[in-house]
C-alpha cells in the first residue's frame, strides 16, 4: 500500500460548489502539507501542519482551509471553488523541517 | 527574495549527454537545497539535497554543485538515460522551515 494516500485523485466541480481534498499517510510523520501545482510556476505551498494542534498557512492560503483530524489525515477544503483553483494538488509528509518530503499521487481538480 | 529561479525551463539531451540544470536565490537565510524529480502522474521524490558548508555532493550519477558566494546551485545528471526524463525542481528551504520550489524543468533523454 502506498504511504501517502489522497483522494479523490480526480475531480470536476463547478464554481461555487464545496469540495473537499483528503490526504492519509502510514509513515507516522508529525508533519503535513498542502500544496498545489500549476504549470512553469512549480509548487506552491497552501497550508502546513506540524503537529494535529498546529496549523500553519502557507503562500497562497486564500481561498482554502485546511483540517487536522489526527497524525495521519490531513484534508484541505475549497469553500467556494473557482476556475483559477483548477490545477493539480499535492500532500507531503515529512519526520522534520530538513529531512525529505514524501508526497501522495495528487489530486487533479477541474473547476468549470 | 523569497523566490528560486530556475532554467531552463526545457531540455532535450542525447543519451549520455550531462544536462546541467541550474538554480538561483536572494535569501542568504536559506540553508538547505534539496532537488526532486518527477514523473508524469506521480508526486515528486527527493533525488539529491545539500547544505551550503559543502561545494558538491554526488550521488550515483546525479551530481549537486552549490556556489555560496554567487548563490546558485545546478544539477548535473551524467551518463543521462533515456529513464531520467522527468520535470525536475530545485527547491530551498527558508528560515520558517517551508520548501520554496523553482518552477520545475522539464527534462528529456533522447534514445
Known amino acids: 500500500d502506498a504511504d501517502v494516500t489522497q483522494t479523490p485523485r480526480n475531480r470536476i466541480t463547478k464554481t461555487g460548489k464545496r469540495i473537499m481534498l483528503e490526504c492519509s499517510q502510514t509513515k507516522g510523520h508529525d508533519r503535513m502539507y498542502w500544496y498545489r501545482q500549476d504549470p512553469g510556476l512549480g509548487l506552491r505551498l497552501i497550508y502546513y501542519?506540524?503537529?494535529?494542534?498546529?496549523?500553519n498557512k502557507g503562500e497562497i492560503s486564500d481561498g482554502y482551509s485546511v483540517s487536522r483530524q489526527a497524525q495521519a489525515k490531513f484534508s484541505l477544503s475549497l469553500e467556494s471553488a473557482i476556475p483559477n483553483q483548477t490545477a493539480l494538488y499535492f500532500c507531503?509528509?515529512?519526520?522534520?523541517?530538513?529531512?525529505?518530503?514524501?508526497f501522495g499521487p495528487g489530486t487533479r481538480l477541474t473547476v468549470l | 527574495q523569497q523566490q528560486v529561479k530556475q532554467s531552463p525551463q526545457s531540455l532535450i539531451v542525447q543519451k549520455g549527454g550531462i544536462p546541467i540544470i541550474n538554480c538561483a536565490y536572494e535569501?542568504?537565510?536559506?540553508?538547505?537545497f534539496p532537488w526532486y524529480q518527477q514523473f508524469p502522474g506521480k508526486g515528486p521524490a527527493l533525488l539529491i539535497a545539500i547544505r551550503p558548508d559543502v561545494s558538491e555532493k554526488k550521488e550515483g550519477r546525479f551530481t549537486i554543485s552549490f556556489n555560496k558566494s554567487a548563490k546558485q546551485f545546478s544539477l548535473h545528471i551524467m551518463d543521462s538515460q533515456p529513464g531520467d526524463s522527468a520535470t525536475y525542481f530545485c527547491a530551498a528551504s527558508d528560515s520558517n522551515y517551508q520548501l520554496i520550489w523553482g518552477a520545475g524543468t522539464k527534462l528529456i533523454i533522447k534514445p
Open positions: 507531503a509528509t515529512s519526520v522534520s523541517s530538513y529531512n525529505e518530503q514524501f
Open positions: 535569501n542568504t537565510a536559506f540553508d538547505y
Open positions: 501542519s506540524f503537529d494535529v494542534k498546529d496549523i
